[in-house]
């Protein structure tokens, strides 16, 4: 079976296959666009052989669901599986779906975890599927509402159980709302980080850690489920 990619032409020249069990950080300033290049990365890694488990912190499911039919993917099919924390907290009753599974609250880790392995199980077990993504969409909300011990320790499982699955792990921080210590403490936990940083009015990206150098700074746009790069 081969690796992972991340969509993106020219990283992936670059990167080649992303070894199965990997995990990065995607960090970067507030309003860069990390969640739609979350989206396009998954949807662009869309395959029969592979599956999606995305845990929302900020949007309810439906919406993030939305987005991928938006952009023409049959969601009926496609093997994606959203972990609600929001709409519970917005103190709507909606009842778990066979694409969304509601936990009570960002705050709510156990719940959390619980939810995720349901679809761990489901993807892997039941359907067989060969990969898997684990996408964290965000960190940062989880960490205004836990500590960084009880977030590392519940990180640790599941970075974790993307290696033992040969998956892979995509986790979005927003580095201008935690201290150094803090991000320090979870780069212990990946194998890289996609970083990005604001360049004038635009954004850019590199990846560290997955080869021997980190990848040139490239200046992204992001078009639809298209990531279009232009070197800094």
């Not at 919406?63 to 994606?80: K, M, N, P, Q």
Request: aromatic share 8%; net charge negative.
């Amino acid at each position: 079976m081969s690796g992972y990619s991340l969509g993106i032409k020219e990283l992936d020249e670059l990167l080649g296959d992303i070894r199965e069990g990997t995990n990065l950080m995607m960090i970067g300033p507030p309003m860069s666009r990390k969640d739609d290049l979350l989206d396009a990365i998954i949807f662009n890694s869309q395959s029969p052989a592979g599956s999606a488990i995305i845990v929302s912190t900020r949007e309810p499911g439906e919406r993030v669901l939305g987005w991928f039919e938006d952009y023409g993917l049959d969601t009926s099919t496609a093997d994606i599986g959203i972990v609600d924390c929001v709409t519970k907290t917005l103190g709507m009753g909606a009842a778990d779906t066979e694409k969304i599974k509601r936990a009570s609250s960002p705050v709510d880790l156990t719940g959390i975890g619980v939810k995720i392995s349901q679809f761990f199980e489901e993807m892997l077990i039941k359907k067989k599927k060969q990969q898997v993504h684990l996408c964290i969409n965000s960190l940062s909300t989880i960490l205004m509402y836990s500590n960084i011990q009880t977030v590392f320790r519940f990180l640790h499982v599941f970075t974790g159980r993307v290696k033992a699955a040969n998956g892979f792990g995509l986790y979005v921080v927003e580095d201008e709302m935690h201290d150094a210590q803090t991000i320090a403490t979870l780069k212990q936990l990946f194998d890289g980080m996609i970083e990005i940083k604001a360049v004038g009015d635009a954004y850019a990206m590199r990846v560290v850690g997955m080869t021997s150098k980190p990848t040139p700074w490239f200046e992204y746009a992001i078009e639809g489920t298209d990531i279009v790069l232009k070197k800094t």
